[in-house]
């Protein structure tokens, strides 16, 4: 119950550390017209930055907030970053490889 709610909060904080990464990007592109070339451009590159930075972080936090399920065999299993990072998903599901059974589904992901 506790891990559950820890994971949960990650994700809600993947959220929000992505939706500040964008807030920040934005406001360097707009922002940028009205300023000298030059400082114009390092806050474009400082928005950039930030915004790569926040995906980074993103994804960091949602990998470690919990494992995935089989649909096989049921078998729950942690996958490589590698393979979590590549791998086509949905918000819920992400289609892995299974170390058990070698089949590639769309494995559910467990948060507890």
Known sequence: MIMEKKNKLRIVLAVC????????????????????????????????TAFLFSITMAVALDYVSGDYECRQCGHRFVPTLGAYIWAIHTPTTRRLKCPKCGKKTFCKRKLG
């Open 17 to 48: 550390v992505v939706l500040l990464g964008v807030a920040i990007l934005t406001e360097s592109i707009f922002t940028y017209p009205y300023l000298p070339h030059t400082l114009g451009l390092t806050l474009i590159i400082t928005g950039a």
